[in-house]
């Protein structure tokens, strides 16, 4: 009975957060569309900026309640599960030719996203507790990072950015209004996520780190999973690869603005080796998908010569079992 409570409150928070994560990623569409970008930047910026939302808002409330290993849980478990969803989605939906058909500069955002969780796991390694003011320095080299690979990769993809029609039905006053919408009701419900899963942590006796890595990570990265799997079936290949690249390169940096509102020393110096094991894993995700780009080859389900889909899920299966050993 003493669990029932932020169990309920747990899920209904979720489902509010995926649903209006969903209308938030889909208005930020009829936004780009309504624009005229073209789908890997609306995909690496805005779509992957408006579904981790979740991620920034939990976070921030979780490092505000004094729970850093939530919020850097979330982060990193995020982006080992969504290239564990990007690797069954493209099998599932786009019979594994997904990454055959995908721009290049695809490879850009994937090193974007590869570079700043190295940062975060490297700072989480070393106990990195300096701090100038509300600022540390990994969390400075992330937002900078952040900043300046975001403008080398829209100045590299704005000249081959595809032409689209704009969405019909839907106006930009409509994208807009359901944008702020959304936007509020995850701004009011993400925080009631991070006590409830710092509740279930210390009851169940399960570990903030692995909370953060597996729940907190699973609801708050549906939004990506259901805006990639629906642009998989619409034949929106990169909008669908870079919008979970490009969230995976959001995600960290969410963590470092979490890192402002972080009381006294930076958050990365109270992170411990289930952290840095699930940020390595991470990369090794990331790695993978990348070479596949870069390759440009189908990925098979399974293969004993090649990257398949039961490997990537097996690497994540493996980090998750880590994870868990080590928090």
Known sequence: MELAEPLGIFVLTAVVIVVAAIALAISSDVIADQSGWGRLWVGSLLMAGATSLPELVTNIAAVRIGAPALAAGDILGANMLNMNNLALLASGLGGGEVFRRLMPQQALVALLAMALTGIATLSAALHLEVRWLFLSPPSLAILVGYVVGSRILYRMTVEVADVETPAEGRSLRWGWTVFMISAAAISGSAPFLATSAQSIAAITGLGESFVGVVAVAFVTTLPELVATGTAIRQGADDLAVAGMFGTN???????????????????????????????????????????????????????????????????????????????
Do not use: C, K
Request: hydrophobic share 55%; glycine share 10%; charged share 15%.
């Open 249 to 327: 390169a959001f995600n960290v940096g969410a963590l470092a603005v979490a890192d402002m509102f972080s009381p006294g020393e930076s958050l990365f110096g109270s992170l411990d080796e289930s952290h840095v094991a699930a940020g390595l894993f991470a990369i090794v995700l990331m790695g993978i998908a990348a070479l596949q780009v870069r390759r440009q080859r189908r990925l098979p389900w399974f293969s004993v010569t090649e990257f398949s889909t039961v490997l990537m899920v097996g690497v994540y299966a493996l980090g998750l079992a880590v994870v868990y050993r080590l928090g």
